[in-house]
Every structure is written in structure tokens, then in C-alpha cells.
Nanobody, 124 residues
Framework: QVQLVESGGGLVQAGGSLRLSCAVSGRTFTSYVMGWFRQAPGKEREFVAGIRWSSGATYHADSVKGRFTISRDNAKNTVYLQMNNLKPEDTAVYYC?????????????????WGQGTQVTVSS
């Protein structure tokens, strides 16, 4: 089993920054992908960013490109989501997810393991 624990959410004013962390423990795979998703009230869970753990290759959703950056620290087994220039529409519960393989999927159904989520609220 893979365990994912997110941290770093909170309340921030529009234009501010937050960094989310996701600590990975338990069984991991030779090849796997980490993703960040978010879900606002009444909306479906949507892809934010993904990273291929072995190579560090990344992919970001158009809605966050240029503002958010996903990265990972191999030594700490942790993936990060640096969020800059936050907007009220970024308000959501943010989830860390993991899947085996090398494809950075953008559908929640492609990921097998999920963290508990962390709330991000951006005030205007």
C-alpha cells in the first residue's frame, strides 16, 4: 500500500502564495507518477499537475500554467505544489494522488492512491 499525507493548505489573499506538500510512504513502484487534483464544492475533481517520479517530467493544467509548479524531492519522498498568484477560483480541497506507470494521466480514475486532502481558500 502507498500512503499519501498532504499538508500546507490554508487561507490566503488573492495574489498570495502557498506551497502544498505530499509525503509518500509505504510500497512504491519502479515507475510511478504523482499528481495533484482539486475539487471545489459542487464540482468534479480536476487535474492540476503531475510529475513522473523517475525523470521529473511534469505536466500542468492550462488553468494553472505559469502560476503553479509541481516538483519532487527524492531524498524526502515528497512532492510539492508551489502555488503563486492565487485567485479566488483556486479555492478547493487539494488532493495528492499516485499511480504506477509512466503516463501522467489527467483523469482521477487513473490514480489508485489518494491523500486525505487539504483545504485551500483564496479570499478576494
Amino acid at each position: 500500500q502507498v500512503q499519501l499525507v498532504e499538508s500546507g493548505g490554508g487561507l490566503v489573499q488573492a495574489g498570495g502564495s502557498l506551497r502544498l506538500s505530499c509525503a509518500v510512504s509505504g510500497r512504491t513502484f519502479t515507475s510511478y507518477v504523482m499528481g495533484w487534483f482539486r475539487q471545489a464544492p459542487g464540482k468534479e475533481r480536476e487535474f492540476v499537475a503531475g510529475i513522473r517520479w523517475s525523470s521529473g517530467a511534469t505536466y500542468h493544467a492550462d488553468s494553472v500554467k505559469g502560476r503553479f509548479t509541481i516538483s519532487r524531492d527524492n531524498a524526502k519522498n515528497t512532492v510539492y505544489l508551489q502555488m503563486n498568484n492565487l485567485k479566488p477560483e483556486d479555492t478547493a480541497v487539494y488532493y495528492c494522488a499516485a499511480r504506477s506507470g509512466s503516463i501522467i494521466g489527467i483523469l482521477a480514475s487513473e490514480y489508485n492512491y489518494w491523500g486525505q486532502g487539504t483545504q485551500v481558500t483564496v479570499s478576494s
